[in-house]
């Protein structure tokens, strides 16, 4: 039986730990992390490009079992682990982790990106498709009248993604690096689109496999 509360008092704990004033200047190379299914499988990937050309330096993929279910807000717990293992793959750390899912925009503020950042120590970035929680004033994100993501349409008549810092960097910094990764035509910044399709590669080359095993 999976203790809810001690999992979101230890959040708590290490959300004290978080530090979003960081303005990077020396970006050089990007990653993108991301995760898919297959059954009870997690399969996530995560691939390195360089930050001025969005060329791919390296790209890692680590399959393993989900040990819990999924809760909201609690979902590093279920797929934090995964990512972890992948990074750990790489043979050079990349500056800035964008990672699929929220950074501060959180209720207890510490998202997958966050709670990756604390565990990684690197600069983390959260990029969602859907709006977790706060207000939106100007595209700027707001929880009890403090700024803690950005609304960005980044393709024409496309919902807009919401980005919000992981740790290790600005909310100006997060938005910046987020604009410098965009490749038309696609809504996700380059590294995380790249994750996602890579991600998709493997989910498709493993379920022939398994398939074929049946």
């Given at each position: 039986?999976?203790?809810?509360?001690?999992?979101?008092?230890?959040?708590?704990?290490?959300?004290?730990?978080?530090?979003?004033?960081?303005?990077?200047?020396?970006?050089?190379?990007?990653?993108?992390?991301?995760?898919?299914?297959?059954?009870?499988?997690?399969?996530?990937?995560?691939?390195?490009?360089?930050?001025?050309?969005?060329?791919?330096?390296?790209?890692?993929?680590?399959?393993?079992?989900?040990?819990?279910?999924?809760?909201?807000?609690?979902?590093?717990?279920?797929?934090?682990?995964?990512?972890?293992?992948?990074?750990?793959?790489?043979?050079?750390r990349p500056d800035v982790l964008i990672v699929e899912g929220?950074?501060?925009?959180?209720?207890?503020?510490?998202?997958?990106?966050?709670?990756?950042?604390?565990?990684?120590?690197?600069?983390?970035?959260?990029?969602?498709?859907?709006?977790?929680?706060?207000?939106?004033?100007?595209?700027?994100?707001?929880?009890?009248?403090?700024?803690?993501?950005?609304?960005?349409?980044?393709?024409?008549?496309?919902?807009?993604?919401?980005?919000?810092?992981?740790?290790?960097?600005?909310?100006?910094?997060?938005?910046?690096?987020?604009?410098?990764?965009?490749?038309?035509?696609?809504?996700?910044?380059?590294?995380?689109?790249?994750?996602h399709k890579y991600t998709n590669k493997v989910k498709n080359?493993?379920?022939?496999?398994?398939?074929?095993?049946?």
């Amino acid at each position: 039986m999976i203790d809810l509360n001690k999992l979101k008092k230890e959040q708590l704990k290490l959300a004290k730990k978080i530090t979003t004033n960081q303005n990077l200047k020396k970006i050089i190379s990007v990653a993108g992390a991301s995760r898919a299914y297959i059954g009870n499988k997690i399969i996530s990937s995560v691939v390195v490009c360089d930050y001025k050309s969005l060329k791919v330096i390296e790209k890692q993929h680590s399959i393993s079992e989900a040990k819990i279910p999924y809760t909201s807000g609690l979902l590093f717990y279920r797929e934090g682990p995964s990512i972890i293992e992948t990074y750990n793959k790489l043979e050079k750390r990349p500056d800035v982790l964008i990672v699929e899912g929220n950074g501060i925009l959180h209720p207890r503020k510490i998202g997958m990106a966050s709670h990756l950042g604390i565990l990684l120590d690197i600069p983390t970035i959260g990029v969602a498709k859907r709006l977790m929680l706060g207000q939106i004033r100007e595209k700027t994100i707001y929880s009890d009248k403090e700024a803690i993501g950005y609304e960005l349409t980044t393709k024409e008549h496309s919902k807009p993604i919401y980005i919000s810092p992981g740790h290790k960097i600005s909310l100006k910094s997060s938005l910046e690096v987020i604009k410098g990764c965009l490749r038309f035509p696609h809504k996700l910044p380059e590294p995380l689109h790249l994750a996602h399709k890579y991600t998709n590669k493997v989910k498709n080359e493993s379920s022939i496999i398994e398939n074929t095993k049946n």
